[in-house]
């Protein structure tokens, strides 16, 4: 990574910012590819292979701290583990779930600005009311007045540092069983409010309401979905429907569930660790993935060089 990559990982810094990086992929020709995460390892993994942006998902990142999406967890928890992805992957824009703002248009607002704070290139707020519960899960999920959640959304677009932060406004008007007009009019309506982008989330099993809400969408912003029910269709049946981004939102976090369980199931039945040494992770392949050997360089460098150059000032 160069300097002027490293410096405008921040997203304060131009020639350009996280932010900049997310809005030219949101506003870009194609479907980009936002990768579900939720630390800094798997904000890694994604970067390591090929994934142009990532997802902090309120969901995978409940689930890593071990308590359910339902604002369990306390926002500024969630933000330090923004904090570890944008570390971990610098320069790559880190679009955070911020699940309903935590509250009203003010909490919102500060949780927004201590995203961009900790480097992110976005946040995305959902229109049901606080606390949330994970769209998949249960019934009668139930949304915000339009105008409260518009005000919430106009608040984060006036508090942003970077012009370029990108505010994405989610609506949960499908997973509430509302009628399509009801999505269409929230998110013409958050639009209007300043949101750079829409995020409409169904949870059928096909992708047949995303279909028809693209089918009338007057292309006022562009659109983001998390195809995680409707899991059949392909990046480029998304991009025939004019999806600027697929949101892939928990795949990671569900691959680690089943291979953390698996791995304690056999250790446990064998009663050894003979079994499970050809299906983890060699250390090798994590030193190198976190570079240790450069520590080595530096280790060297640093401690084993008395011809230095004396520190001036
Ligand atoms: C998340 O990843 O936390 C989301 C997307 O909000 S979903 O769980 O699919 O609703
Ligand atoms: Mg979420």
Wanted: proline share 5%; glycine share 10%.
């Amino acid at each position: 990574m160069n300097a002027t990559e490293q410096s405008a990982s921040d997203g304060t810094d131009f020639p350009e910012s996280v932010g900049r990086r997310l809005k030219n992929l949101l506003y870009g020709p194609g479907t980009c590819q936002l990768m579900g995460v939720h630390d800094g390892l798997s904000a890694r993994i994604a970067v390591a292979e090929g994934f142009e942006a990532l997802w902090a998902s309120g969901l995978c990142m409940s689930t890593a701290r071990g308590v359910r999406d339902s604002d369990e967890a306390s926002w500024t928890e969630l933000l330090t583990l923004v904090g570890t992805m944008t570390e971990a992957a610098p320069g790559a824009p880190v679009l955070v779930d911020g699940d309903t703002g935590y509250g009203n248009f003010n909490t919102a607002r500060r949780f927004a600005a201590r995203a961009e704070r900790v480097g992110a290139a976005g946040v995305c707020f959902e229109d049901k009311v606080f606390p949330k519960m994970n769209s998949f899960f249960g019934d009668g999920h139930q949304l915000a007045p339009v105008g409260e959640f518009a005000g919430k959304i106009r608040a984060c677009k006036e508090t942003q540092r970077d012009p370029d932060f990108v505010v994405v406004a989610r609506t949960e008007a499908l997973i509430s069983n509302l009628p399509m007009e009801e999505a269409l009019t929230r998110a013409h309506a958050y639009v209007e409010a300043g949101a750079d982008a829409l995020f409409i989330h169904s949870r059928m099993s096909t992708p047949q309401q995303i279909a028809e809400f693209m089918g009338q969408w007057d292309g006022s912003a562009p659109i983001l979905i998390a195809p995680t029910t409707y899991h059949t269709p392909s990046l480029d049946d998304f991009a025939a429907l004019g999806i600027a981004g697929c949101i892939w939102a928990n795949h990671s976090m569900r691959a680690a569930f089943s291979a953390m369980r698996d791995v304690c199931q056999q250790i446990k039945a064998d009663r050894g660790i003979f079994g499970v040494e050809e299906r983890v992770a060699p250390l090798k392949e994590i030193f190198g993935l976190l570079d240790y050997e450069s520590l080595e360089k530096d280790e060297t460098r640093y401690t084993q060089a008395p011809d230095l150059a004396p520190v001036q000032g």
